[in-house]
Structure formats: C-alpha cells, structure tokens
C-alpha cells in the first residue's frame, strides 16, 4: 500500500472494527455464505419441455443465422421469431406444473409476450418484404396452446407462410441460395413444431393431471427478460450492517461495487458550474401521429333463411380464439356475404353459390370450390385462396390483392378488374412448384379514324 493511500486503509479498517463491535452488541449475523445446493433445481422434467428444448435447439440457429446473412433488418425480425418461440418455452414449463384452465384468458399474459415480439416484425414494402410476411405470419403458429385439437391449425397457418416462402422462392430458385436457406429454415421451424405437437400435445396442451397449480397463478411468476444493464449491476450481499461489512471487506481485492469508477475531476462536476451559461436549449419532440382507429362494430356472424346468405362482418383477428372464422356451408345454393373486416382469416368449408368480399382490409379468404364467382370490392391488401374450382374472380377497386388458384382451377380460372391495383394471381406447375405473374393495370389505346373503333393492348410492362 503506497504512503498516499495508507491513511485511507487505516480509516476503513477502523470503520470495520467499529461495524464488527455494533453487530457483536446488537445480534446481527454476518450474511450466509451462498450455499451450492440451494442453486440445484428440484424435480424432474417433463418429457414435453425437454423435447421443445431440443427442437429449439435444432431449429432456431438456421433460421436466424439465414436472417442475418441476408440484411440486419432481417436479423431483427429473426431475433424477435426466436424470442417468441423461447417464450412458449416459459409456457411450457409453467403448463407442466398447472392444471387445465377453465378460462382460457389465462393464456393472455402469455400472448402478449408474442405480440410484443411480433411487433418487432418490419413491414416496409421493399425487397424483403415477403420475408417479413412469412416471419409476421408464423406468429400464428404460437396460437396452437389454444386450439383442442392443434395439428390441422398447425398445417394451415403453414400453408398462409408457405404463401410468402414460395413467393421466395419462384423469384430467387436460380440466383440467390442464400434465399433458399431462409424458406428451408423457415419450414424447418414449421415441421418441427408440428412433429412435436403431433408427438406430445395431439388434443391440446398436455397440462399436469393431478395436483397442478392454477395456470393464472403461475403465469403471475413467469419470469421477466433482463435487460443487460440489470444483467451486469453488480450485486451486494446482504443487507443492513452485515451487507456492508461484506462488502468494504472487498476493498483489498478489487471486486466492491466501486472497481474500475473513474475518479470525477472538479471541472467535470456539474455542481459547480454555473446555472444557465452552458445549459442546452430544451429540444420539444413531435408527438407522434396517431392514426385513428375505424370503430367497426360488434362482430356479426348469421345465416339468413331469405337468400341463402351468410352474413360475416366486422371480424378480426381478436374476434376469435384460434384466429380464424369457419363457415361451414351445407347448400350449395348459399351465398357468402364478408363486410368491414380488419385482419381476419375467413375459411369457407364447402361448396356454395357465391362469395362478396366487400370493404375489407388486410384479411384473408379460403374457399373450397364456388359455382359463380369471388368478388372483391373496395378491399385493400387482400388475400384469396381458391381450393377447389371457381370459374371467374372479379376485383374492382381493390388496392393489394393477392389470388392463390389450386391445380384443378388454374386453366379455368377467369380474371375480371377494374379500377385496381397491385394484383397477382399464384398458382402450381406441374412439379407444385409456384408461379406468380402480375395482373396487367396499363393498357394501350389506339382510335382507329376509319372504323371509329378503339383496340387495346396489355402495356409493354407486362410483355416479361
């Protein structure tokens, strides 16, 4: 100890002392020391969390290393996919200890860790949007704990990401292989998690059968995500008197909560400057633009007698558990009437005369095989999806809409437009694999004198 510090060593033993002799007087223990079984963690594993465990393990470094070696904005969103799948992780372990929910707004802290991630989701209308929209779209998966049961769900929200992978796919098949990666590591996600439910919860999540918690309860005690900093406060032992001997007792070694301060020199203390001289002007942030919300209505799903019509109107993605609306139609002379939804999925089971989809923003449409036509009108980002026949599809005013014609209807299919924009009609060759063409929305127009007629043609734009 050099001459420059000894008086201040002498003071702090002497501090010590002091300490030592208040808490012999007044009965205070010295803090335990830590104590290595009381870390060991008690009771065995499920096998289903010790299985999701490994299927994350397999799964999740793919997918994020083929995020990241495409653009950092996709490392984002890779990293937010990830999160979410470690939070139902959480879900699970608190699920094998939990007994059945009768209700089933326990899960809802659980969902709103997803949502929180699936926030994190760009949606940028660029090269790599189709990348986000198959990531934004796997989110869906994570609803399955909700589902009696989850395998059918898990397969057709796949085939939603599917959608946005083989769009992918078809652009980059013969140019980019790290393209391809991504789509594989995306379906590795996908099959896994169906294998796994398929293996472990084929009628619902396999909660404990006798002597489990309430599911509320336990998700009261689901842990919170450190942020770094709280990760790397250091930590003093204990408390009161003992908590502070244990810790000036680190003085001599380097490891107190002081170690590696910068000593704060006069001019770089702010106490002493003066108030005003070298204050920064206050900068007012701009309020954030809100955009207001469309007050759609309570939800309505009917069938009316009069007209073979199935009303579905204001749905969203909140207005159902699993997310998705079913229609089950037993007539073919019934009709499907879709008004004002916002982010629903609708699926049509059966064979009907007609579906109106009308006024509806970023939903989604499946239908088996319709006798007449699909009609959208007034929609915006549109999603339709025909798996059985349909003769004609028309779309008016429609800004966004996206049509995914089966095999069997491809060379059957006609198109009718008007007043739109951004439409695209998919469909599978003859190896399944997709194709995707735009629909044309420039035109040439050429008067004939002569005959007083005009012809039209398909602008050079589309000529590739």
Same mark, same amino acid.
């Given at each position: 100890m050099s001459s420059s510090t000894a008086p201040l060593g002498e003071t702090l033993d002497s501090i010590l002392a002091r300490l030592s002799a208040l808490e012999s007087g007044a009965g205070i223990k010295p803090p335990p020391a830590p104590s290595s079984s009381s870390s060991a963690t008690g009771g065995g594993e499920v096998p289903f969390v010790t299985a999701y465990k490994k299927y994350l393990s397999t799964v999740l470094p793919p997918l994020t290393s083929s995020c990241s070696a495409l653009s950092s904005r996709l490392s984002t969103s890779g990293s937010a996919v990830s999160s979410a799948w470690d939070a139902q992780l959480n879900f699970l372990e608190v699920a094998s200890k939990s007994k059945k929910p009768s209700d089933q707004n326990a899960l809802q802290p659980f969902f709103k860790v997803y949502m929180e991630e699936k926030g994190k989701v760009g949606r940028e209308r660029d090269e790599w949007e189709n990348h986000e929209k198959a990531l934004g779209e796997m989110f869906g998966l994570l609803q399955w704990i909700m589902i009696p049961k989850p395998k059918d769900y898990l397969v057709e929200i796949s085939g939603a990401v599917d959608f946005w992978t083989n769009k992918i796919r078809v652009q980059y098949k013969k140019t980019d292989p790290k393209q391809i990666e991504f789509c594989e590591a995306v379906k590795g996600v996908m099959g896994g998690l169906v294998d796994y439910v398929k293996e472990y919860h084929l009628a619902g999540v396999s909660y404990k059968m006798n002597g489990g918690i309430d599911l509320s309860s336990a998700s009261a005690s689901v842990p919170a995500k450190a942020s770094p900093a709280a990760t790397q406060k250091p930590k003093i032992g204990g408390g009161g008197a003992g908590g502070l001997l244990a810790e000036l007792s680190k003085k001599s070694t380097g490891d107190s909560a002081a170690t590696g301060l910068k000593k704060v020199t006069k001019d770089q203390q702010t106490w002493r400057k003066e108030f005003g001289g070298e204050k920064a002007a206050v900068v007012t942030a701009k309020k954030p633009v809100v955009k207001k919300k469309v007050d759609l209505g309570p939800p309505v799903f009917e069938f009316k007698d009069q007209g073979m019509k199935w009303i579905v109107e204001n749905q969203t993605a909140e207005s159902n558990p699993n997310g998705v609306l079913t229609v089950e139609v037993t007539d073919p002379k019934q009709q499907v009437y879709?008004?004002?939804?916002?982010?629903?999925?609708?699926? &049509?089971? /059966?064979? @009907?005369?007609? %579906?109106?989809? =009308?006024?509806?923003?970023?939903?989604?449409?499946?239908?088996?095989?319709?006798?007449?036509?699909?009609?959208?009108?007034?929609?915006?980002?549109?999603?339709?999806? &025909?798996? /059985?026949? @349909?003769?004609? %599809?028309?779309? =008016?005013?429609?800004?966004?809409?996206?049509?995914?014609?089966?095999?069997?209807?491809?060379?059957?299919?006609?198109?009718?437009?008007?007043?739109?924009?951004?439409?695209?009609?998919?469909?599978?060759?003859?190896?399944?694999?997709?194709?995707?063409k735009a629909i044309p929305e420039q035109f040439q127009h050429k008067l004939d004198v002569g005959t007083g007629t005009i012809s039209s043609d398909i602008s050079d734009l589309y000529s590739h």
């Open positions: 879709i008004y004002k939804c916002e982010g629903a999925t609708i699926d &049509i089971k /059966g064979k @009907c005369k007609g %579906v109106v989809v =009308d006024t509806c923003t970023k939903s989604n449409v499946l239908c088996d095989s319709i006798i007449s036509c699909l009609e959208a009108v007034n929609g915006k980002r549109l999603k339709l999806q &025909i798996r /059985g026949i @349909c003769p004609s %599809v028309a779309i =008016d005013k429609t800004d966004g809409c996206l049509t995914y014609l089966s095999k069997d209807t491809a060379g059957v299919t006609t198109f009718v437009t008007s007043k739109s924009s951004e439409m695209n009609v998919s469909w599978p060759d003859e190896n399944d694999d997709y194709q995707e």
